[in-house]
């Protein structure tokens, strides 16, 4: 027990402790932002980045996976403010947390198992793309001097890594251009200019509203929206820090985790969110892989704004966007270009539909059932072939051999396989290389023996494997 706690927290302090800082730094203008975009305080967001931070590293299922307040919730969350107000907002927060603790323990997470590897990539490529994208407003009104700011800043990021790994890149780079910004007095546009950051702790604050059945009616849609999206977005990210990192996690325990961390958010001021894959990409490649790491940005956000808030403020925004093109270049899966011509038609289609639906709606969790869909389709029409190979046994019986699946999508084809009226007196069905799959599947071999029946053929069935005989005495006896 002591090992493993070991293993979770401290494992890896140095690295842990520095990539913490450095997700917090980035933390700041992603919350202000996400903030304004849901239409309320900076601070609201900063808060809920804060409690879902701590909360989801003490109870989440992913190590050092970075969640916090995120664009995708928040763009949900605008119009529950605009029409409710903040108070309800807080709610809806609490009752999202509710939810995905229930998805949690209904093991929701076992669906991203179903989520193809085309999908993923579609989705990691999209977020990238959004990632880059959203630096765009950064640079309006922007002079020479930003433009050397994130050169700089770039410069450092991809250089330093040569000569030491002992501190995350990323880090020196916003220390040495914030120092350079403040030391020359240069013209940039801050952290500080995005929202006003006030040096106050979040207090336990239960909303003020008047409970009743129907409120809960009326919010359950959007909270419902916000722990689907945050679900699946969080799942995601596990998935890729999965791969990054050669390890696996609880998926459902880290349900569960974003569902409590939304509660406490909701219970402290804040607004609901979920993992982020652009400071989950920050804390990973500076080396961050334990709990800790996740628990220092949380803390570390909330001492950057208590006690250095006045040098938070004068953060140059032209360093923390050279640091989230660094994680929109290490984000975008640049293999999927060079193999897009070599894959399947039609895993190439889902990874583009899925690329543009994000594009298009700037709604991650979107984009990605948009692409579970299309390749559900498409393996549905690759699954609805079935065929059977005849031939005449030396006893003069015809055995069919059926290849393919058999379930509702084949089961009129099925059906028309056969020659009724030409066919012996004794008919032999094969099933060694198929599958009897649903209620439609037995109701095409019952009318298949049927048909047989009323011309007095005889129809015997073999090669049954033990699933398919199972569903076939389960839904009804056939004789055979």
């Known amino acids: 027990m002591v090992h493993k706690f070991k293993m979770a927290w401290f494992s890896n302090v140095q690295k842990d402790v520095l990539a913490g800082i450095t997700v917090a730094l980035a933390l700041i203008p992603e919350a202000i932002a996400f903030s304004i975009l849901a239409g309320v305080d900076p601070m609201v967001g900063l808060y809920a980045s804060f409690c879902i931070a701590v909360t989801i590293s003490i109870v989440g299922g992913r190590r050092g996976m970075i969640s916090a307040a995120t664009g995708a919730m928040a763009s949900l969350m605008g119009p529950v403010v605009a029409k409710y107000g903040i108070e309800y907002l807080f709610a809806a927060t609490i009752l999202t947390g509710i939810l995905q603790y229930v998805m949690g323990l209904l093991k929701f997470g076992r669906f991203i198992t179903f989520i193809p590897h085309s ?108 722990a689907v999206v945050g679900m699946t977005e969080s799942l995601m990210t596990a998935t890729i820090v999965d791969e990054m990192t050669e390890t696996k996690s609880d998926k ?23 993992a982020m894959i652009g400071q989950t990409v920050i804390n990973v490649k500076s080396g961050g892989r334990s709990r800790l790491s996740t628990f220092v940005s949380g803390v570390f956000l909330l001492f950057l704004i208590l006690v250095l808030g006045d040098v938070v403020r004068q953060i140059p925004m032209g360093a923390l966007v050279g640091v989230m093109f660094m994680v929109s270049i290490g984000t975008f899966d640049w293999s999927s270009l060079r193999t897009l011509a070599r894959i399947p038609r039609s895993d190439a289609l889902v990874m583009v539909v899925t690329v543009a639906v994000v594009l298009a709606t700037s709604d991650l969790a979107l984009g990605v059932v948009a692409g579970v869909i299309l ?99 389960r839904v009804g006896p056939l004789q055979h």
């Open 119 to 226: 999908v993923m990539t579609g989705f990691v490529n999209a977020l990238a793309i959004i990632i880059f994208m959203a630096q765009f407003p950064s640079f309006e009104g922007a002079n020479w001097q930003m433009l050397l700011m994130i050169a700089g800043t770039l410069v450092i990021i991809y250089m330093l890594p040569r000569f030491t790994q002992a501190v995350p890149s990323p880090l020196v780079a916003i220390i040495v251009m914030t120092i350079i910004s403040m030391s020359l007095n240069l013209d940039l546009r801050t952290v500080g200019d995005m929202g006003k950051i006030t040096q106050e702790l979040p207090f336990f604050h239960i909303p003020q509203i008047d409970l009743s059945l129907d409120l809960v009616w009326r919010m359950l849609p959007f909270s419902l929206a916000l």
């Open 252 to 274: 459902n325990k880290e349900v569960k985790g974003q569902g409590i961390a939304n509660v406490v958010s909701g219970l402290f001021g804040g607004m609901a969110g979920c």
């Open 375 to 473: 390749s559900a389709l498409v393996y549905g029409w690759r699954s609805a072939r079935i065929k059977a190979h005849a031939s005449i046994e030396k006893n003069g019986s015809k055995v069919y051999r059926i290849t393919g699946q058999l379930f509702f999508g084949t089961m009129a084809h099925f059906v028309e396989l056969f020659d009724y009226k030409n066919d012996p007196k004794a008919i032999v069905i094969d099933f060694s290389t198929s599958h009897v799959w649903d209620h439609s599947a037995v109701t095409a071999i019952a009318k298949t023996m049927q048909r047989y029946e009323q011309i007095n053929k005889t129809v015997t069935i073999i090669g049954l494997n033990a699933e398919s005989k199972h569903l076939m005495d």
